[in-house]
């Protein structure tokens, strides 16, 4: 995974975090679900890239 694509997913996944707490304090059940939704999103590309490096150390095993 390139540091680019974990800051990204990191950053998307803290700002998810952040909505959830504004939505919390205000009440904002709204804002709340897309807080969560962005921290899902976050995390699961951050899943996805961990299954793309995975793949990407066994291929290279085989090479040797």
Not at 8 to 22: L, P
Not at 58 to 63: C, G
Request: net charge neutral; proline share 0%.
């Amino acid at each position: 995974m390139s540091a680019d694509d974990k800051i990204s997913n990191k950053a998307q996944e803290m700002k998810g975090k952040v909505k959830q707490g504004v939505g919390d304090v205000t009440g904002d059940e709204e804002l709340r679900a897309e807080g969560q939704a962005d921290e899902s999103k976050g995390k699961l590309k951050q899943a996805g890239e961990r299954v793309k490096d995975a793949a990407k150390n066994v291929k290279d095993a085989f090479k040797d």
